[in-house]
């Protein structure tokens, strides 16, 4: 078998101890087909392994898929998360292929073939104007573009290191450092906005190659950017604008004089947090948190998980027609929105902080409702938005009137059952995310269940 030995580790964090194995069926699931919003599979087999390609949907294995988009005539692009690809499924034939990744983990493929390169993890993906395909490689710390007309496969932004630079410098998107990206989603101006995970910031990336945070923009210390003009070196590293170089450690910051090869301390206030002083470096502060409601995007807190055992988390959606920026705060168990025209964040979904998860709320405003781990968001034509409420193990909505309801899945129940009959009957397990069709078409990635789900309109 191609990489399990390499990624079954991985998958023991994301699952958990207590982990049921999902079920396993050589059988061809039930037909959806006359049937107004009925469940089925589409791909998978419940299997977690490495599965065929140019085969039928519900014969090919998969292993934690994660994310996916629907493209303008109905195709399926979904990511089969533990073997590192991205593959189709076509509704028309049922018959699914990889179109980038060979199922070894790796970082290769810079103007190669997509089908012969190596990812980390891919996690989220979103199509450019051009018809393009744009890749969150999460493990990788980039995101990655597949030219459709020509199957190559480029990096456009990022180095690869897990960490946080870049900001400000005019055609710096490849010298930024970005940590787990998780998602990517576009304007209709070219901007690219990025879930910057481990980073708890949203970044965007602009038609000058210029990267900037737009969500969270927190700091320790924060001298250098009190005054506008941070100094930054070549690659868009923070630096304190004198020849000393100073670096974080334990949350405050150390002063190195290479000079006179000495370390000193600088001091700390009563809660821990480094006290700015002229020329300090600026430092992020990747906390993460709750806060900013009703304020600047820029001064408020997200939270998703930035350990190594971290999870894919905080996946985003634009509403283009409002300039609106929806982001699945799961860290904080509720959907937040930004308004990018006036920079403002407000709570969309759910009772916001990281104690506040819970199942709470259909048919009530969404704003008081409780979610549990939401992973992604997506659009309905209508507006309405769809969330994948991962820990709950089911699919909300929340329609124009802003009332919340399920839409797939029983709330709070986690298994595997339901194919061919009402999605409200179903039982998902931890579905990380969704993708909506032009037609109306939605797509469960119901990841612990090892299968993509299509629920129909």
Not at 9 to 34: K, R
Not at 263 to 278: E, I, L, S
Not at 431 to 443: E, L, N, Q, S, W
Request: hydrophobic content about 35%; overall charge negative; charged content about 20%.
């Amino acid at each position: 078998m191609k990489n399990l030995k390499n990624t079954a580790w991985l998958l023991m964090l994301a699952t958990g101890a207590c982990q049921t194995a999902a079920p396993v069926s050589s059988n061809e699931p039930p037909s959806c087909s006359g049937q107004s919003h009925c469940i089925t599979t589409v791909v998978g087999t419940g299997q977690a392994a490495f599965g065929d390609d140019n085969v039928l949907g519900w014969q090919s294995a998969l292993y934690s898929p994660q994310d996916g988009v629907v493209d303008g005539k109905g195709m399926l692009y979904y990511i089969d998360w533990n073997n590192h690809r991205i593959r189709t499924w076509d509704p028309k034939s049922g018959l699914t292929t990889t179109i980038a990744g060979t199922g070894e983990l790796g970082d290769l493929g810079g103007g190669e073939p997509a089908i012969d390169g190596r990812m980390n993890h891919p996690t989220g993906l979103a199509f450019a104007a051009n018809g393009d395909l744009l890749v969150a490689a999460w493990h990788n710390s980039k995101i990655k573009r597949i030219n459709m007309q020509t199957g190559i496969l480029d990096d456009i932004c990022g180095t690869g290191a897990r960490a946080f630079a870049g900001d400000g410098v005019v055609g710096g998107a490849m010298k930024a450092k970005l940590d787990l990206p998780a998602a990517v989603a576009l304007d209709t101006q070219g901007n690219m906005y990025i879930a910057d995970q481990a980073n708890q910031r949203i970044r965007k990336v602009d038609a000058q190659d210029t990267i900037t945070t737009v969500v969270g923009d927190n700091w320790w210390t924060d001298t250098g950017r009190q005054s506008g003009n941070p100094c930054v070196d070549a690659s868009g590293n923070y630096t304190n604008c004198t020849t000393k170089v100073l670096v974080s450690k334990d949350k405050a910051v150390w002063m190195y004089d290479s000079g006179a090869d000495t370390v000193g301390h600088v001091q700390t206030d009563a809660t821990g947090a480094p006290v700015p002083y002229t020329g300090a470096i600026p430092i992020p502060d990747l906390i993460g948190g709750y806060s900013g409601d009703g304020g600047p995007a820029l001064s408020a807190h997200i939270q998703s998980p930035k350990t190594q055992s971290a999870v894919p988390a905080g996946r985003i959606v634009l509403d283009t027609t409002k300039s609106w920026l929806y982001i699945a705060d799961t860290g904080n168990n509720c959907v937040r929105v930004v308004d990018l025209t006036s920079g403002i964040i407000n709570t969309f979904a759910g009772t916001c902080g990281g104690d506040k998860a819970g199942y709470a709320g259909d048919g009530g405003d969404a704003k008081a409702a409780q979610l549990n781990q939401p992973s992604d968001v997506d659009l309905f034509a209508d507006g309405s938005l769809l969330i994948a409420d991962k820990e709950n193990h089911c699919m909300r909505k929340v329609g124009t009137d802003g009332k919340i309801s399920t839409f797939a899945g029983k709330c709070g129940q986690i298994g595997f059952s339901g194919d061919g009959g009402d999605a409200n009957s179903a039982l998902l397990n931890r579905p990380y995310g969704a993708a909506i069709g032009p037609d109306g078409t939605v797509y469960v990635h119901d990841t612990h269940n090892h299968r993509v789900r299509v629920v129909t309109k």
